[in-house]
Structure formats: C-alpha cells, structure tokens
C-alpha cells in the first residue's frame, strides 16, 4: 500500500527557513504530481504550493517568492523549501498525491 511520510518540521525564529520533504515509494510523485497544503490553529486547510506530473509548479500568493517546491528524479521524494519564514507560517504542513495525505508535519515560526 503506498503511504506518504513527511520530514522535516520544526520550530525556527522569524527569517529562518526549514526543508519539509514527503517520501513515497516507487516514482508516484513522478506519475501523480504533488501538493502541500498547511493548517494553522482554528483554520481551515490552505493549498500552499504543487508541482504537477510535467513539471508545472505554482505557488500560493502568501507564499511565492519564499518557498521552493521541488522533486528528486525517480519521483519518490518531494521537498518543500521555505525561506524566510513568518509566524503566519505556523501550521501542521501535509503532503498530497492522488487521494493520499501524508500524516503531517509541524511548523513553528516563533521568537
């Protein structure tokens, strides 16, 4: 059964940044395309970034120029750059593909 597991949260001062990383197996992410979404407290879920399966990247507006979505060949890891962080960023992040969610992973941008 094919799951996906997240890396990579954490707590990080303002202006600091974090690599997120969604693993799979096989070249899933290669045939499926991948998304983030994020959860703040008491918030709904919010899309943040996607690259499909040919390579088309888009980006939230709250987080374009500031994060970096991007994939290793065989197409079973996923990472999520994000520089520059704020404390609007505080969320649980999770990785989608197809109809699987990763478990999640916890994001702190705090002082």
């Known amino acids: 059964q094919v799951q996906l597991v997240e890396f990579g949260g954490g707590t990080v001062q303002p202006g600091g940044s974090l690599r997120l990383s969604c693993e799979t197996s096989?070249?899933?992410?290669?045939?499926?395309?991948m998304d983030w979404y994020r959860q703040a407290p008491e918030s709904k879920r919010e899309w943040v970034a996607g690259?499909?399966?040919?390579?088309?990247?888009n980006y939230s507006d709250s987080v374009k120029g500031r994060f970096t979505i991007s994939r290793t060949m065989n197409g079973r890891t996923v990472y999520l750059d994000m520089n520059d962080l704020k404390p609007e960023d505080t969320a649980v992040y999770y990785c989608?593909?197809?109809?699987?969610w990763g478990q999640g992973t916890q994001v702190t941008v705090s002082s």
């Open positions: 690259r499909s399966a040919g390579g088309i990247i």
């Open positions: 989608k593909s197809k109809d699987l």
């Open positions: 096989g070249n899933f992410f290669g045939i499926y395309g």
